[in-house]
């Protein structure tokens, strides 16, 4: 479960409720991440499936609700993944950050409706 907020290119900022799931996979070398977000008037699913090999990621994301798909690619340092996620129309920078029980994400897009979204996600027990 986590909370956050989204910043639309309209200049609103609303609060975001979110879930997510993960699947690690590979010798920790897979990571599949589901992550639902919704505020008053704004909603994103967005899957991920990623790899890890000597300090860089690569992989494929997809947004549900627009019907968006393309790919990763970053790197991985102290457990921090740095990436950009493309797609036709879409680019964003992606950062994932451990905080203890915690995970920080933020991803920052500019020429579309999202500009840009940060998230605290706790790990259930």
Do not use: H, K
């Amino acid at each position: 479960m986590g909370s956050g907020t989204v910043a639309l290119s309209n200049g609103t900022t609303e609060r975001l409720r979110c879930q997510a799931t993960y699947v690690v996979a590979s010798a920790s070398a897979n990571l599949r991440q589901n992550l639902r977000c919704a505020s008053d008037s704004y909603t994103f699913e967005l899957r991920t499936d990623i790899n890890a090999e000597g300090g860089r990621v690569g992989g494929v994301w997809a947004e549900a609700t627009r019907n968006m798909q393309g790919t990763i690619s970053g790197r991985v340092s102290a457990g921090r993944i740095d990436a950009v996620a493309e797609g036709p129309g879409f680019s964003a920078g992606i950062a994932m950050a451990p905080q203890g029980a915690r995970q920080a994400v933020s991803i920052r897009s500019q020429g579309t409706e999202l500009s840009q979204v940060s998230i605290t996600l706790t790990r259930a027990r």
